[in-house]
């Protein structure tokens, strides 16, 4: 009978050991959110992580931010140390939307939700939400602009961003989606630049040579419609041919003030930090029913709005 | 000799065999009609969801004029009470209703004063330019979880805008002249960070000519 005592309190002791062991972020402390950034050599891509964490740590939770330096390789490796060291959720801007499909199985396996922010990954089931600036929306409205500008007739340029890249075809389809209803509109040229100003600005250069009666130029991003800007003061032809970007960058901003470009469309990376860092706080407080792509509005900046974005341009 | 023979008619049938499993022949409309299968109709759901709950749903479109006085008064309250958007961010979306007097008709939109004349406020009804997802959203029964990816979404609202552009507007830009009076229901766009009141815009959903 002491015997079968003796067995049975030691069996319940291993099973408070194994049991404390296994749990993460066991009595007072707080859980950890991992904020895991595809690259911190951009900016943009900073305040975004920058902003994650802030606000995780706002909501009570300690936040710790990786740099995945856009090599999947490394952003594996932190996948495997966050879950590894205990950190409850990811707050993720991917480094490739099918090489990161892996990474997010790999928590979702452990039990870790994973909230994309910005970029997304081809899996409808991988990460618990994506939250995703609405960027073929914000394109139909720059289309619509586009057509008016252009008073539904002309030639013109697209620069594509990575062909990779969901943004860059996201962009592409609603800006097309206007535009193409207009007969009129000639696309005499369609080329990537990777979302790069100065191979923008080659690329344009190059279109030139053959299309030098172009009216306008639709940039997948601002770097781009910075490049195409440039080669359009270096062949003499700023003053002829309308630029648009898409992100609303300050130089782009600044830039519409100035007359120089037409239109951009602005993002809000903020807004896509934080709410990931809400969705991450709701999850642990029980909630479970995510959308699992959550759009934000992209709103679009021209001449006649221009003062009400300076400031949001600049932050 | 006899085993060549042999050894060769076992190569000859195996390779019948081999070839004859690895081609495979089908109609091309078979081909394509299985691919569609399971698919996202944008086309029928828009057409479903104009019949079933848009038009339904006009009866809780609210009062333009009324509505403007209280985003004059109350910006806060309206778009926290009356606007709806499928997504976050400072875009919200208003299902509105209202009379007024044709002032212009333009090459891409109708000029109306608001009506009864004391309201002293003029709005564009959209003609030309109707894209975008503000009749899809302004109802606000619609759920973003209702849809498996945003490219469906999408393709609603460009449904719907469709319809709008072929069905609703032709009829009445054929018939509509300056000093008409029309009676419109609809959607407008409205920024709720950087709202600007002196630019609304209505994307129709109905409209109706109401002369004396």
């Not at chain 1, 959720?89 to 994973?114: Q, R």
């Amino acid at each position: 009978m002491r015997n079968k005592l003796t067995i049975l309190l030691s069996l319940l002791l291993t099973l408070l050991v194994v049991g404390s062991c296994g749990k993460k972020n066991g009595g007072d402390e707080p859980k950890k959110i991992a904020v895991i950034i595809s690259t911190l050599n951009n900016p943009w891509f900073v305040v975004l992580a920058e902003t994650a964490a802030e606000k995780a740590r706002a909501l009570g939770y300690e936040a710790k931010i990786f740099d995945s330096q856009n090599n999947t390789a490394l952003e594996t490796d932190h996948f495997e140390n966050a879950i590894a060291s205990g950190f409850s959720a990811v707050l993720f801007n991917p480094t490739d939307a099918d090489g990161s499909i892996v990474n997010v199985l790999k928590a979702k396996e452990a039990g870790v939700p994973v909230f994309c922010m910005d970029r997304e990954v081809n899996s409808p089931e991988a990460a618990t939400s994506q939250i995703l600036s609405d960027s073929y929306s914000g394109c139909v409205t720059i289309g619509k602009y586009f057509v008016q500008q252009m008073n539904k007739k002309g030639k013109y340029v697209e620069l594509l961003g990575l062909v990779g890249d969901n943004n860059t075809w996201a962009r592409s389809k609603g800006f097309h989606s206007v535009v193409d209803n207009y007969p009129d509109l000639k696309m005499v040229a369609q080329q990537s630049a990777d979302f790069d100003r100065n191979k923008a600005m080659e690329v344009l250069e190059s279109i030139l040579q053959a299309n030098p009666d172009i009216t306008a130029v639709f940039c997948g991003n601002d770097a781009m419609a910075m490049g195409a800007y440039q080669a359009l003061v270096a062949a003499g032809l700023a003053n002829k041919v309308k630029v648009f970007g898409f992100d609303g960058a300050q130089d782009v901003v600044g830039s519409i003030k100035e007359g120089k470009i037409v239109a951009t469309g602005m993002q809000y990376p903020k807004v896509m930090a934080q709410t990931a860092a809400t969705f991450a706080d709701e999850y642990f407080k029980g909630k479970r029913d995510f959308p699992k792509k959550m759009p934000v509005a992209v709103e679009m900046v021209n001449q006649q709005n221009v003062s009400d974005y300076l400031e949001v341009a600049k932050n | 000799m006899q085993k060549k023979v042999i050894k060769y008619t076992v190569a000859l049938i195996l390779l019948l065999v081999v070839g004859y499993n690895s081609v495979y022949i089908k109609k091309l409309s078979e081909v394509k009609a299985a691919s569609t299968v399971g698919k996202f109709d944008a086309a029928a759901y828009a057409q479903t969801f104009w019949k079933e709950k848009l038009t339904p749903g006009l009866t809780k479109a609210n009062n333009l004029p009324e509505l403007l006085t209280l985003l004059k008064s109350e910006k806060e309250n309206a778009f926290k009470n009356y606007s709806h958007a499928l997504g976050i961010g400072n875009l919200r979306y208003f299902l509105i209703k209202g009379e007024g007097k044709i002032t212009a008709i333009n090459e891409n939109d109708i000029s109306v004063t608001l009506l009864p004349d004391s309201v002293g406020k003029d709005v564009k009804i959209a003609t030309e330019f109707v894209y975008g997802n503000a009749v899809r959203d302004a109802l606000g029964i619609l759920s973003i979880n209702d849809f498996s990816n945003t490219m469906d979404m999408n393709n609603v609202s460009a449904e719907l805008n469709k319809k709008i552009r072929t069905e609703i507007i032709p009829p009445f830009r054929a018939q509509a002249k300056k000093g008409d009076v029309v009676a419109f229901t609809g959607a407008i766009e409205l920024n709720q960070a950087h709202l600007r009141l002196d630019e609304i815009e209505v994307i129709p959903v109905s409209l109706k000519l109401v002369r004396d």
